[in-house]
């Protein structure tokens, strides 16, 4: 029940298109669902986060999109650039302090110029 | 721009030897974490530490791995008798409370 489900595990997209990457979860006390950008030989980097009071959320060319009922989220890039090129992971925690951190298991996006 | 730090960036080890790996969190922080990253899988939790104590750990962390904070600033993972499936990067992270975790480059430990 604690897993998070992400798909697809790799997607090309041409500069300029729309890349969507999909997540699904299955613990209904997830409350908070962040997207992590990692580039090789890096950490993950927080990206943007969404909680479920809301079905949408969007900074920049980055938007999340929320389904409660459905338990599922997905990542939306406008505007693909090749420095987008990355791996995409989602999770979800309970948003209490110190709550940790569930993964799901990332997505290689290659932007081809 | 504050940020976490680990060392060493690289590790390599004799199977059965013990390793520490090293991390200073941002300063302000309260919560601590690691998690590993076998190579081309996902980023998986090992442990969160809270108020000098352990406060939830994952199935993985065994009684071969400890942590610690021995001084106001760092953070350590010891690895008691590493094993070849020990292989992976190590992520440090931390947070102030609820929210964004800020993660270090990491530490890739091989085992051989």
């Known amino acids: 029940q604690q897993q998070v489900k992400q798909s697809p595990q790799s997607l090309i997209v041409q500069k300029g298109g729309i890349s969507i990457i999909n997540c699904a979860y299955e613990?209904?006390?997830?409350?908070?669902f962040p997207w992590y950008q990692q580039f090789p030989g890096k950490g993950p980097a927080l990206l943007i986060a969404?909680?479920?009071?809301?079905s949408e959320k969007k900074e920049g060319r980055f938007t999340i999109s929320f389904n409660k009922s459905a338990k599922q989220f997905s990542l939306h890039i406008m505007d693909s650039q090749p420095g987008d090129s990355a791996t995409y992971f989602c999770?979800?925690?309970?948003?209490?302090?110190?709550?940790?951190?569930?993964f799901g298991e990332g997505t290689q996006l290659t932007v081809n110029p | 721009e504050p940020e976490v730090t680990q060392t060493p960036s690289h590790q390599v080890t004799q199977m059965g030897q013990e390793v520490i790996l090293r991390c200073v969190p941002i300063?302000?922080?309260?919560?601590f974490y690691w998690y590993r990253q076998i190579l081309g899988q996902k980023v998986e939790f090992l442990v969160s530490?809270?108020?000098?104590?352990?406060?939830?750990k994952s199935e993985i962390f065994d009684d071969q791995f400890s942590v610690e904070r021995p001084d106001g600033s760092n953070f350590t993972l010891k690895i008691r008798s590493t094993k070849l499936e020990d292989s992976a990067m190590y992520f440090c992270?931390?947070?102030?409370?609820?929210?964004?975790?800020?993660f270090g480059e990491g530490s890739r430990l091989t085992v051989l």
């Open positions: 613990n209904t006390a997830f409350d908070y």
């Open positions: 969404i909680r479920p009071d809301v």
């Open positions: 300063s302000n922080h309260l919560y």
């Open positions: 999770a979800a925690s309970r948003e209490t302090s110190g709550s940790r951190l569930t």
């Open positions: 992270a931390s947070t102030i409370s609820a929210g964004e975790l800020f």
């Open positions: 530490f809270y108020n000098n104590e352990i406060s939830e």
